[in-house]
């Protein structure tokens, strides 16, 4: 019989393993968009600094950032590397569909800190996009 203490200390290790592939993978993220060493270590860490309260949550940091041929600086706050890693470092929105006949234009509505509007024209340069943000 496998007793409490065994049970309770794999399913530590567990949530502990997962938490170091989710960290692992924000660093990879920011290790892959940044062009500088600065900008690598503030955007491989941010999730740690952001979690652990290492940083505050209004402070507005620039990262030097690359996504194909397209270079610029990026300005987000710490909570904002949830939204990077999932526009930049998993691209949910560029459909395979789109690859093969290019769009004529691109409306972005709701363009936040423009993510999505980045990826789209690292993707599609020659492509005229629009974008709209509500909230100033």
Same mark, same amino acid.
């Given at each position: 019989m496998v007793s409490a203490w065994l049970i309770y200390?794999?399913?530590?290790?567990?949530?502990?393993?997962r938490k170091w592939k989710i960290l692992w993978a924000y660093a990879?993220?920011? *290790?892959?968009?940044?062009?500088?060493?600065?900008? =690598?270590?503030?955007?491989a860490?941010?999730?740690?600094?952001? =979690?652990?309260?290492?940083?505050?949550?209004e402070k507005i940091y620039r990262?030097? *950032?690359? *996504?194909?041929?397209? +270079?610029?600086?990026l300005?987000?706050?710490?909570?904002? *590397?949830?939204?990077?890693?999932?526009?930049?470092g998993q691209s949910p929105y560029i459909h395979p569909g789109m690859l093969g006949k290019l769009p004529r234009c691109i409306i972005d509505l709701g363009a936040h800190i423009d993510l999505a509007t980045l +990826?789209? =024209?690292?993707?599609?340069?020659?492509?005229e996009i629009h974008c709209y943000e509500p909230d100033p």
């Open positions: 200390f794999s399913l530590v290790t567990v949530r502990l393993l990879r993220t920011g *290790i892959q968009l940044g062009t500088d060493l600065p900008s =690598k270590w503030l955007l860490s941010l999730l740690l600094r952001y =979690k652990w309260r290492l940083t505050r949550k990262a030097r *950032i690359q *996504i194909g041929l397209l +270079r610029c600086v300005h987000l706050r710490a909570a904002d *590397i949830f939204l990077v890693h999932e526009v930049l +990826r789209f =024209k690292a993707a599609f340069p020659e492509v």
